[in-house]
């Protein structure tokens, strides 16, 4: 076993000595409010938003896109488990803004092995096999972050699969301070209907 799985293992015998009522918890979160957020490891939405255990979905992927998947999620905590209200937040110095689609189908069809970056951009090892199978992928990545926030609201504002009446709230998350700035465009565009 690995360092990591011996580390995982050990923190979660102490986390479920202590774990008491929490197995009562309901499904549904308590506080009735969903955010989708990015995989980044800097964001602690339970930190920044104030969650504890039960309070809130949160649903993360890279750059916290309005993906398929993402959109999918929403809805189902929305239709299943009564959520009223949806954050979309992205944040600063994100890993999105650093490379665009073509440049991540260029590294997969050259290998499956991880690249580097440096300042001159991204590089791979050549080392294949590769696939050509990531040139046929949307990554979502980010250009402008503040834009990049309005399009996701209104990918969800516009889906069919999103009543009008939820409020969508716009934010990105500053990864130097911890606060949350909105963004005004995309709290307007998510607005109730």
Known sequence: MSKIVDEVMTANAGYAA???DKGQLPMPPGRQFAILTCMDARLDPAKYAGLAEGDAHVIRNAGGRASDDAIRSLVISYKLLGTREWFVIHHTDCG??????EIMGDLLASSLKTATVDSSGWHDSGDGPGTPDGRFIQWLTIRDQKQSV????????????VPGGIPIYGYIYDCRTGKLIEVPEATEAGRPR
């Open 18 to 20: 202590e774990f008491g």
């Open 96 to 101: 999105m803004e650093t490379f665009t689609s």
């Open 150 to 161: 309005v399009d996701d609201v209104q990918r969800i504002r516009n889906s069919s699969m």
